[in-house]
T-cell receptor, first 115, second 113 residues
Framework: EAGVTQFPSHSVIEKGQTVTLRCDPI?????LYWYRRVMGKEIKFLLH????????ESGMPNNRFLAERTGGTYSTLKVQPAELEDSGVYFC?????????????FGPGTRLTVL | AQSVSQHNHHVILSEAASLELGCNYS??????LFWYVQYPGQHLQLLLK??????LVKGIKGFEAEFIKSKFSFNLRKPSVQWSDTAEYFC???????????FGQGTTLQVKP
């Protein structure tokens, strides 16, 4: 069974540019989560999809971040325009069940560097 | 503020030494608890989890953790570490219906051969 995949693995962009990160969850997993780890800090929740619907987007930093999951399969996270403080590792995770009891499977992450 | 705290940011041990990594959380009510590990160059993977029942939970690779409700703690232990346990370890809590995880800062473990 293929795991969670993320693309690209690394992205280096300049301040003000746009970047789109992609996450492909494990097939059949309705729940998809985005997290971010800024250097030296903890991994922080960004948002949660159930199929194509945003269930919880309380962790999204501001309106420069836009997440979509059209069709309930893969998800994209777009940052526009990127700022220096957006640098970090963006993780995607998926799970079959939602709620407190779910086990989330993580992707390898996308390391974003904004110069 | 409600949070998850890991006591040690960086731990260095020799092979065969015993390991205990501390984790405390500050949420009341029912919580689910997790330890994740990230080996060098690999993705985060689940070591063990606690949902209910026996507070002593056994995970993969000889790891275990004990949930002590009165202390709001979920410490990770291993009796004898190996060089291959070198990794970063994350404690996490889930308490909402969405299942979002709240992570501690992470502890980097370096095991010297």
């Amino acid at each position: 069974e293929a795991g969670v995949t993320q693309f690209p693995s690394h992205s280096v962009i300049e301040k003000g540019q746009t970047v789109t990160l992609r996450c492909d969850p494990i097939s059949g997993h309705d729940n998809l989560y985005w997290y971010r780890r800024v250097m030296g800090k903890e991994i922080k929740f960004l948002l949660h999809f159930v199929k194509e619907s945003k269930q919880d987007e309380s962790g999204m930093p501001n309106n420069r971040f836009l997440a979509e999951r059209t069709g309930g399969t893969y998800s994209t996270l777009k940052v526009q325009p990127a700022e220096l403080e957006d640098s970090g590792v963006y993780f995607c995770a998926s799970s079959q069940d939602g709620g407190r009891h779910n086990e989330q499977f993580f992707g390898p992450g996308t390391r974003l560097t904004v110069l | 503020a409600q949070s998850v705290s890991q006591h040690n940011h960086h731990v260095i041990l020799s092979e065969a030494a015993s390991l205990e990594l501390g984790c405390n959380y500050s949420y009341g009510g029912t919580v689910n608890l997790f330890w994740y590990v990230q080996y060098p160059g690999q993705h985060l993977q689940l070591l063990l989890k606690y949902f209910s029942g026996d507070p002593l939970v056994k995970g993969i690779k000889g790891f275990e953790a004990e949930f002590i409700k009165s202390k709001f703690s979920f410490n990770l232990r291993k009796p004898s570490v190996q060089w291959s346990d070198t990794a970063e370890y994350f404690c996490a809590v889930s308490r909402s219906n969405t299942g979002k995880l709240i992570f501690g800062q992470g502890t980097t473990l370096q095991v010297k051969p």
